[in-house]
């Protein structure tokens, strides 16, 4: 069964604190893995989409990067307006976007 | 160009009533998902629309849950009649035609509360 696994639950950064966000995730056939940020009360807002291992993509303070296990969303120098919760999906050629729990990110002035 | 709006934003319905939510996809868009977050839980497919047909309902809970999507535009989720367990929050999604980008953008979604 295909399934995504993020951690940690929740993280607590000070402003300008850099961290790295994980998402594991046991996809056969990955056609491509999603980053999206939800903020409360709002529908997931798409940041990333990679397509195969090694690939990585950039968004202002915000990097993913691909392995073929796992993906990490790496958040450099953060913001308050970054306060979010990060959600990873897996899309595979037989199954729907599934996707984790999320990691509610909380960054502190 | 507008993104995918849902409607209502927010329904308290009593157990045994009917609620229909509206979905319209953006502009373009031919595939039209559904998903659901119960409290607590991840998000999860419900159903996916390739133009006016169902791609996959494999993710409808029961037949309470009928999905439409008329003309290959709007859609519509009615749930009927409404159980306790069906409170959550109703995503909608859509995405462009088949191959690359597989991205797909959401709505604000709509709360359901069943009391």
């Known amino acids: 069964e295909d399934q995504v696994t993020q951690s940690p639950e929740a993280l607590r950064l000070q402003e300008g604190e850099s961290s790295s966000l994980n998402c594991s995730y046991t996809v056969s056939g990955l056609r491509g893995l999603f980053w999206y940020r939800q903020d409360p009360g709002k529908g997931p807002e798409f940041l990333f989409t990679l397509y195969s291992a090694g690939e990585e993509k950039e968004k202002e303070r915000l990097k993913a990067t691909l392995t073929k296990k796992e993906s990490f969303l790496h958040i450099t120098a953060p913001k308050p307006e970054d306060s979010a919760t990060y959600l990873c999906a897996g899309l595979s050629g037989n199954t729907p976007l599934v996707f984790g729990k999320g990691t509610r990110l909380s960054v502190i002035a | 160009e507008a993104g995918v709006t849902q409607f209502p934003s927010h329904s308290v319905i009593e157990k045994g009533q009917t609620v229909t939510l509206r979905c319209d996809p953006i502009?373009?868009?031919?595939?039209l998902y559904w998903y659901r977050r119960v409290m607590g839980k991840e998000i999860k497919f419900l159903l996916h629309f390739v133009k006016e047909s169902k791609q996959d309902e494999s993710g409808m809970p029961n037949n309470r849950f009928l999905a439409e999507r008329t003309g290959g535009t709007y859609s519509t989720l009615k749930v009927q009649p409404a159980e306790l367990e069906d409170s959550g929050v109703y995503f909608c999604a859509s995405s462009q035609g088949w191959g690359q980008p597989y991205e797909q953008y959401f709505g604000p979604g709509t709360r359901l509360t069943v009391t």
């Open positions: 502009s373009g868009h031919d595939n």
